[in-house]
């Protein structure tokens, strides 16, 4: 399936993923410090709304926190940093306040592709059912069953 | 309108504990049974029950038993939630992305 919004082509590889690509008219040294430098951050992430950076750690295992002041109230965003590969690659996990413990892995790659242009390609995965489906259809579960059927009946015994 | 005054204070006195929050995360991932969950988060099959019966009761839970296992999974209210929220995320994604192109406009002539 694909949606072509203003100015992304947006993919859904799964039912669990998301893959928006865009072009933008600047360096992918500009389009890197936008994303990893806070001062920039700030200036566009919010949406036009005020945004706070209370934390932004731009490395393997840093934490991040930014809090959005919307008209409609106050929203906390944050998550770990899973992989920083300057001028190409950020890979970090990415929490709402209000959906408490449902948690996105993002990736945003980048790309140079000439002429001072920037191919920006954001993959999202969800935790969802269908993950869970996936691994009940690969047989791991059986087995994982089969231990914890085993460990049940341990526990059982010994209560 | 006093039963969704309920059910709405029984999700959010479901999602204020940490540990809940964890196990809605790990559902969330494929299901699990109740000792696999009390495993997971080092507690007591008493303890772990009671979290997955404040969870059940909020609808975020759903419970079964196959032979002498209970497994969980998510609830209709959680599988409700996380459609919405996935759409509410590509819409933000769209327009931060939207913000990012207008603030490279913006700032073109910093580019050395």
Not at chain 1, 113 to 125: E, P, W
Not at chain 2, 43 to 70: C, N, P, S
Not at chain 2, 86 to 111: H, N, V, W
């Amino acid at each position: 399936m694909t949606t072509t919004s203003a100015r992304s082509k947006i993919t859904k590889p799964s039912d669990r993923q998301i893959r928006v690509e865009r072009v933008f008219d600047a360096s992918v040294d500009r389009v890197w410090r936008a994303f990893t430098d806070p001062k920039l951050v700030a200036e566009w992430w919010g949406r036009g709304n005020t945004l706070v950076i209370e934390r932004m750690e731009v490395e393997r295992g840093g934490h991040w926190r930014y809090v959005e002041h919307a008209p409609d109230g106050t929203h906390g965003f944050e998550g770990r940093y899973r992989e920083v590969t300057p001028q190409e690659r950020i890979v970090r996990t990415f929490e709402w306040d209000g959906m408490p413990g449902y948690v996105i892995v993002e990736s945003t790659e980048l790309e140079d592709i000439g002429n001072g242009r920037t191919r920006v390609v954001t993959t999202s995965l969800f935790h969802t059912t269908e993950e869970r489906d996936g691994m009940l259809n690969s047989g791991m579960e059986g087995g994982l069953n089969q231990s914890y059927e085993a460990l049940d009946r341990l526990l059982a015994k010994t209560r | 309108m006093v039963q969704y005054q309920r059910n709405l204070d029984a999700t959010f006195a479901a999602v204020a504990d940490s540990t809940r929050r964890g196990i809605l995360e790990r559902l969330g991932r494929r299901e699990a049974s109740i000792t696999e969950l009390a495993q997971t988060f080092e507690m007591t099959l008493t303890g772990m029950k009671k979290h997955v019966r404040l969870l059940e009761d909020a609808g975020l839970v759903r419970t079964a038993k196959i032979g002498r296992v209970r497994m969980c999974r998510l609830g209709p209210r959680r599988l409700a939630d996380e459609a919405a929220w996935i759409g509410k995320y590509q819409k933000m994604l769209d327009a931060r992305l939207d913000s990012l192109g207008e603030f490279l406009e913006r700032t073109k002539g910093d580019d050395r």
